[in-house]
């Protein structure tokens, strides 16, 4: 009798541009997920696209991003590059017709997030952006959750997130500042788990390294939230903790709340002389590292089905509208509203 044979899924050829922190997290990852092939590292650092090939096994590296891009074997690109660069290299993928694996934001400011997001509806190539936070086992849980009305009308909601360590200097500068950069994955959750958000108020100090005044920039911040729904909300953020990486989630509702947190690294506890110890996570690698694969295996399980990735461009802007608004609150002192109606109009 002869013997069934099952078609193989489909290979994908991928390129990744950038080989900083996340490229690095975002390439190892691409690497080792079955039926991806990477075609083409590129990052405009020599010695970083070379460690991009030789992470990835890689055919060839180039510090051309666009070269990477029009290669005829590349189907789907992942832009890890620093956040002043995405715009055009996302624009560049979209004209070529190749799929997008994006780091937040799209873009530096609004106008162009919107731009592109418009250029992206007339294409329709699929674009997913990098929220990792939407994938990780513990928000994911507390999404069903509260999907299932089990915790009754959401009441409130906090986010606290304290990085390890400071980013370098020219990494802020890039960056787009705490509240794009940061903050806004904690605002891309809130959405995410809560709802709409209409209002914010941002205040931000710099309490740590002055070099981010020079830059415009705080290293601690508070951000209050009212939501679509009625719920309301606080984010928290530091740009440094000398105990670890430390980030926490709270959904409060009428019948109970959900909290999503990692008080330790490794499962194990050491007591002795009257303590106990545990260990932190470092920092985003480590604790959000099933994430992280989980969003990439997502994206590609959808490109090669042919089927639409999530979170979007259109879901994307929506958070992004959100981080622009507590910079501005920030900086002129005010309570900034997210007028729907108008930003419905201008898209």
């Known amino acids: ?10 290979s994908i050829g991928v390129a990744v541009i ?10 190892a990852n691409a690497a080792s997920i079955p039926n991806v092939r990477v075609i083409v590292a590129a990052d405009v650092d020599p010695t970083a696209a070379e460690l991009g090939r030789a992470m990835t096994k890689a055919e060839r590296a180039t510090t051309d991003p666009l070269d990477a891009i ?30 997008v694996f994006t780091e937040k934001p799209l873009a530096s400011d609004l106008p162009s997030t919107r731009q592109l997001v418009a250029e992206w509806r007339r294409t329709q190539v699929p674009v997913q952006v990098g929220f990792m936070r939407r994938f990780d086992p513990g928000y994911v849980s507390a999404k069903k959750l509260l999907e299932s009305g089990e915790l009754g009308r959401i009441e409130q909601f906090r986010s606290y997130s304290r990085d390890a360590q ?14 794009v950069d940061m903050s806004v994955h904690d605002f891309d959750i809130a959405r995410f788990l809560v709802g709409d958000i209409v209002e914010v108020c941002a205040w931000g100090s ?30 928290e953020m530091a740009r440094h903790s000398s105990w670890g990486y430390d980030i926490r989630t709270e959904v409060a509702g009428a019948n109970g709340k959900v909290v999503v947190e ?25 604790r959000f590292a099933q994430a992280y694969r989980a969003e990439l295996e997502a994206f590609f399980t959808a490109v090669t089905a042919g089927q ?5 461009p259109d879901d994307a802007l929506e958070t992004m509208r959100v981080a622009f608004a507590a910079r501005e609150s920030w900086r002129e002192g005010r309570p900034i509203p997210l007028d729907y109606a108008s930003h419905d109009e201008v898209l």
């Open 1 to 10: 009798m002869e013997e069934l044979r099952t078609s193989e899924p489909k």
């Open 18 to 27: 950038g080989f900083g922190r996340i490229g690095q997290v975002h390439a």
């Open 70 to 99: 029009g290669d005829p074997a590349v189907e789907a690109v992942v832009v890890a590059t620093p956040t002043d660069s995405h715009l055009h290299l996302i624009q560049a993928a979209l004209y070529a017709g190749k799929a």
């Open 166 to 179: 400071l980013p370098p200097p020219e990494f802020i500068r890039r960056s787009g500042g705490a509240f």
């Open 206 to 235: 710099v309490l740590y390294d002055t070099r981010l005044a020079e830059l415009d920039d705080v290293d601690t911040a508070v951000t209050t939230l009212r939501f679509g729904n009625g719920a309301l909300g606080v984010v």
């Open 262 to 286: 990692t008080p330790q690294k490794t499962p194990i506890i050491v007591s002795r002389q009257g303590r106990s110890e545990t260990d932190h996570c470092h920092g985003f690698a480590d």
């Open 308 to 312: 639409k990735p999530n979170p979007g």
